[in-house]
Structures are given as structure tokens and as C-alpha cells.
């Protein structure tokens, strides 16, 4: 398997557009989570998805992000309108049972940097 | 309250030394989760070891071994005989399922440094 696969890996946009980061979850998985990793807050959860469910999303930070899993091998998510403050690298992460019964294996990360 | 604690921000040591990371753990959970996590200078997020509350058996891989004691809530991770290949930074995390939610709470994290 090659893995959980984030894309783009480096996003440089300006402030006030849209962006737009991408998650493919390994094959089977049932849990797919977002962090956002800052040097402030360190390494944070924004949501977890179930089943493609949105499960906890207490981690989102305002009304500007939000997130979406369309299908079980597809996640995204979205930021509008961007702010310097949402710099940071978000990793996507998937696991085949809950935290505990299992692992969850992380994506390699998008760099986002809004200018 | 959930939390994890890694007090020390970085360590720098030579190669071939041994290295411990301390993580300490906060949780009123009795069935709870405590992982490792290595971030190399690439980035990316690396699994290593997962660890449920009812066993406090200690775990060795190759050169990691990790020191698991709920008496003083604590899961660290030892490296024998460092190599400059271990440069990263070593994330402590723990997992509980308590209140229906399912999430990782991170340490700051301890960045090693091995020198040749």
C-alpha cells in the first residue's frame, strides 16, 4: 500500500483566497483525521471522520475551515478565505480500527504558508 | 483533564550514546493509549510503538526499548547506541475513548540530535 497520500505538498497562496488541501485515506481504513501541526500549538487535531462521518470537528478553528469526505477514499480540506495565521503543516491520517485497537499512520504532510 | 508531557525540548548526544525521552502522561481514563512518534527532518510522521493501559510490560525493538510504568504515569523511550540517523524529533502521544471521541493528544515533542 503506498500509504496515506496528502496533496498538494507545498501550498503558497495569498491572503483572502481559497485553499484547498487533499487526503486519499490507505484502502480500508475507517478513521481519517486532520492535524494541523504549528510551531505554536504543536501538533492539534481540526477533525476525525468515521465511516466518512464526521465525527469531532471541536478542533476546527472558526467557520472559515471546513472539511468533507465524499467518499472512503477521498477527504478534504478546505480553508476560505485564507489568513497568515493558518500557516502551518496539516497532515491527514487514517487508521483501521480506533485509536488503541490501532495505529493511525500519517500522510506526509502539506506545508501551507499564506502571505 | 488529557495531556502529555515531554519536558525536555532538546537533546544533543553523540553517536553511539544511549538516549532516554521522557514522557509523562495525564489521564483519568483506566483504559487509555500511549504512542511514539518519530518526525525526521523530512517531515513526515513515523509510527513506532503503541501501548495499551494493562500492559506494562516493557518492549524492546532492535535498538528502542520502551519503559512503560502507570506508578508514575510515565512511557519513555529509550535509543541504545544513537546513530545520526536517529536525528528527529520524538513525539509522546495518548489516546483514550472516553466521551465517544477518538483522538491523539501530542507532547511538544523532544528533539534529538545525534552527532557523528
Known amino acids: 500500500d503506498a500509504g496515506v497520500i496528502q496533496s498538494p505538498r507545498h501550498e503558497v497562496t495569498e491572503m483572502g483566497q481559497e485553499v484547498t488541501l487533499r487526503c486519499k485515506p490507505i484502502s480500508g481504513h475507517d478513521y481519517l483525521f486532520w492535524y494541523r501541526q504549528t510551531m505554536m500549538r504543536g501538533l492539534e487535531l481540526l477533525i476525525y471522520?468515521?465511516?466518512?462521518?464526521?465525527?469531532?470537528d471541536s478542533g476546527m478553528p472558526e467557520d472559515r475551515f471546513s472539511a468533507k469526505m465524499p467518499n472512503a477514499s477521498f477527504s478534504t480540506l478546505k480553508i476560505q478565505p485564507s489568513e497568515p495565521r493558518d500557516s502551518a503543516v496539516y497532515f491527514c491520517?487514517?487508521?483501521?480500527?480506533?485509536?488503541?485497537?490501532?495505529?493511525?499512520?500519517f500522510g506526509q504532510g502539506t506545508r501551507l504558508t499564506v502571505v | 483533564a488529557q495531556k502529555v508531557t515531554q519536558a525536555q525540548t532538546e537533546i544533543s548526544v553523540v553517536e553511539k550514546e544511549d538516549v532516554t525521552l521522557d514522557c509523562v502522561y495525564e489521564?483519568?481514563?483506566?483504559?487509555?493509549?500511549l504512542f511514539w512518534y518519530k518526525q525526521p527532518p523530512s517531515g513526515e510522521l513515523v509510527f513506532l510503538i503503541r501501548?495499551?493501559?494493562?500492559?506494562?510490560q516493557n518492549e524492546i525493538s532492535g535498538r528502542y526499548s520502551w519503559n512503560f510504568q502507570k506508578s508514575t504515569s510515565s512511557f519513555n523511550f529509550t535509543i541504545t547506541a544513537s546513530q545520526v540517523v536517529d536525528s528527529a524529533v520524538y513525539f509522546c502521544?495518548?489516546?483514550?475513548?472516553?466521551?465517544?471521541?477518538?483522538?491523539?493528544?501530542f507532547g511538544t515533542g523532544t528533539l534529538l540530535a545525534v552527532q557523528p
Open positions: 502521544a495518548l489516546s483514550y475513548l472516553g466521551g465517544a471521541t477518538n483522538k491523539l493528544i
Open positions: 489521564t483519568r481514563d483506566t483504559t487509555y493509549y
Open positions: 491520517a487514517s487508521s483501521l480500527l480506533a485509536l488503541g485497537n490501532t495505529e493511525a499512520f
Open positions: 501501548r495499551n493501559s494493562f500492559d506494562e
Open positions: 471522520f468515521n465511516n466518512n462521518v464526521p465525527i469531532d
